[in-house]
DNA sequence: CTGAAACCTGAATCATTATTCATGTATGTC
DNA sequence: GACATACATGAATAATGATTCAGGTTTCAG
């Protein structure tokens, strides 16, 4: 997919950024196909055509939402576990963080969902990156004693799907979320599973 | 949603059933706004405007499949778990059936999964249920003592979001799933969880 | 100041497809 | 075997919306 150079001047940067973040609104809001150039432009007090300045096609701007919400989850997430004492520490503060993100910028989930459809490749590599990163601090963790033996790689996959369930059900369906409760129930399951 | 009467005549069942079939083929390989009715019916060999003789919109087959799915979904996780002795069990028994039926027809997974946006009641009814079913499941177990005391609604979205996870890792992104040792790390870590 | 590069414009193009409809053909009942 | 109902057809309709383009305007280095 080909991607258009950075734009040169100071005018140029700001207008692409503006219709990024007006996409990011339309788009999260509406999905992807009911999203229009038209309403994106709209939004972003532009004409039509400049659209094309700045992006390929509509496909485009949506895998650059992708990429944008990779960073912002990762550093969030990343922010929130940093200075967790231990690891079991870390997988309450990260879910929690998690949640909170969902429930502040539900457009940014939805569009991360989306990409399963729209544009597959980089939903997988959205997962895959944190999946990477999951797995590795679970494995070191292990070998520090913090938590039991398991492969961390499966439990890296169930951890996030935790996550995204719960993500679901207590935030986005929700009109009160009481993500604090939520996240104490979830994490007594972590850590002790549900053998009596 | 208008819904069309049943077929009256032997004829009038399998030609639309031969369109339903089709629907799933398409629509689960190509996703909703790729599938065009031009196809379905191709595929169907049947007229383009019959389409429209046994169902009302292009939304309407996509709403009846997530229907459909829901109903095999149950079955399947249902059946698999009613002879298991005690719930845990019955977790490992329904993940594994989950991951096999996952394996064996991704397109109608494909389809619930993407109801999300295009048929937002239909994929929050599918897990609403689902969830209603497990929910009471685990309050049970619980009371007889068969797993810990914890939310069971929690619990019950928590499970179903590493389901989720494990298939779409582990099924749909792996070429030979090790679906056996996936499970067995799983219910290990559904069991006992991470603490040491 | 000035010219070239960068940026901006929105009407027109172009392609795609869901849906309709007017006109047949089959089915089953009497 | 005739009639009514149910089913089948596919060309025509109609709406939509992504993308292009030919020509302006702004920026900024020299």
Do not use: N
């Not at 509406?30 to 055509?49: C, N, P, V, W």
């Not at 502040?104 to 729209?118: C, G, H, K, T």
């Not at 797995?135 to 070998?143: D, F, I, P, V």
């Amino acid at each position: 997919m080909y991607v258009m150079a950075e734009p040169k001047t100071k005018r140029g940067q700001i207008r692409r950024a503006k219709i990024l973040a007006a996409a990011e609104t339309v788009m999260g809001d509406q999905g992807f196909s009911a999203a229009s150039i038209a309403e994106i432009t709209r939004l972003a007090d532009t004409a039509l055509g400049t659209f094309y300045v700045y992006f390929t096609s509509k496909e485009q701007v949506f895998r650059e939402l992708v990429l944008e919400m990779g960073r912002i989850t990762r550093a969030i997430v990343g922010e929130a576990i940093s200075d967790a004492p231990d690891r079991l520490s870390a997988e309450r503060a990260g879910l929690e963080a998690f949640l909170r993100f969902v429930a502040e910028r539900p457009q940014l989930y939805r569009i991360v969902e989306e990409a399963r459809f729209v544009d597959p490749e980089a939903y997988r590599d959205y997962f895959w990156h944190f999946g990477q990163a999951y797995t590795l601090g679970l494995r070191e963790a292990q070998k520090r004693g913090e938590i039991s033996a398991g492969d961390p790689e499966v439990r890296a996959y169930a951890l996030m799907g935790i996550s995204k369930a719960l993500g679901d059900r207590y935030v986005l369906w929700e009109e009160t979320p009481d993500i604090e409760r939520v996240v104490e129930e979830a994490h007594k399951m972590i850590c002790h599973g549900l053998a009596p």
